[in-house]
């Protein structure tokens, strides 16, 4: 029932419509202080819904087939952000088992033993020994003691944190990362991100490789100068590490006017991507602009849920943009 829905929502040629999932990390075992993450058993039983419903192409083909006008139907096309080792260590293999394509975006910044400031402030509260992390006479001292005495402590001050610091200047929000590792006494992991092997072991793999930046700023906040280092220095890096140009490219966080701005785009187009992947709902049309191409990935757990919850997403109407 759900794949003919789709294909009536999606038909192939010129009113096909392509629906992008986006995923981050693929975790070994469910993680008591992320319960919602996805893990290697989730992932599986997604990789074998979107098999049995969809045609998943990889991005490049989707992007120019949907230029084209000349789309299957029920196109779709999966990504990863960010470039956690998990992903190649554990959803590539989920990946081959299934027969699907996929694309990395990757920020140089972070491989070979980087981590991004989002998961030393996650690492410093879950590997914190005390029940309490006191943060006053720091840069974060706004934030006040933290309650760390239960799991779901944890979890409410890891989401008051990240809610605090997100949309910081990169380096005052490096300040408060850096003041929560100090203060809690963590030891956190240097592993969380891949090696450059990594990364041209799933290129070797057949999946695609595009950039994210270097340091996964929020564009909007930078200059036009800053911006543009950032996205050009990111995606230098990556042809440098794969020996091949890198054609495509996601805005970090991903929202329209809140994270990215035309600027951003103009800049994207100048350095001359194929395209650029957002975070707003929606599925990608005819008349999506290439460099603003909407990304969606439900959070149901239960197949049908799942399903109808894509389906929703492929009839929505124009997707955000600026």
């Known amino acids: 029932m759900i794949r003919t829905l789709m294909g009536l929502a999606s038909p192939a040629g010129p009113r096909a419509r392509l629906s992008i999932l986006i995923f981050h990390r693929v975790l070994d075992q469910p993680d008591p202080l992320f319960p919602g993450e996805i893990d290697r058993q989730a992932f599986d039983a997604i990789c074998g819904w979107l098999r049995d ?134 030891q956190l992991p240097k592993n969380l991100m891949m090696s450059s092997e990594q990364v041209r072991a799933l290129r070797r793999a057949g999946m695609l490789i595009g950039a994210h930046t270097m340091n996964h700023p929020i564009l909007a906040r930078l200059s036009e100068a800053e911006a543009e280092t950032e996205i050009a220095e990111g995606r230098d890096a990556l042809e440098q590490l794969i020996g091949e140009p890198v054609r495509h490219f996601a805005y970090p966080n991903g929202k329209p006017v809140q994270d990215y701005d035309a600027a951003s785009v103009a800049i994207v187009k100048r350095l001359g991507f194929d395209s650029a992947v957002s975070t707003a709902w929606g599925a990608a049309s005819a008349a999506t602009d290439l460099h603003q191409v909407p990304r969606f990935s439900p959070w149901d757990r239960s197949r049908g849920k799942f399903g109808l919850r894509l389906l929703k997403n492929l009839m929505a109407g124009p997707e955000a943009r600026l």
């Open 53 to 186: 419903w969809f045609q998943v192409l990889p991005l490049d083909e989707a992007m120019a087939r949907l230029q084209r006008g000349d789309l299957p139907a029920r196109a779709a096309a999966i990504t990863f952000d960010d470039g956690y080792a998990d992903n190649e260590a554990i959803a590539l293999p989920i990946l081959q088992k299934h027969g699907l394509p996929a694309t990395f975006y990757i920020a140089t910044a972070y491989l070979n033993g980087g981590r991004m400031w989002n998961d030393s402030v996650i690492e410093s509260i879950r590997l914190c020994p005390e029940a309490t992390l006191d943060l006053t006479g720091t840069p974060a001292a706004a934030l006040g003691q933290l309650d760390l005495g239960s799991i779901e402590a944890r979890r409410a001050a890891i989401g008051a944190v990240l809610s605090a610091t997100k949309y910081l200047e990169p380096g005052e929000r490096q300040e408060w990362a850096g003041a929560l590792q100090q203060r809690s006494h963590a």
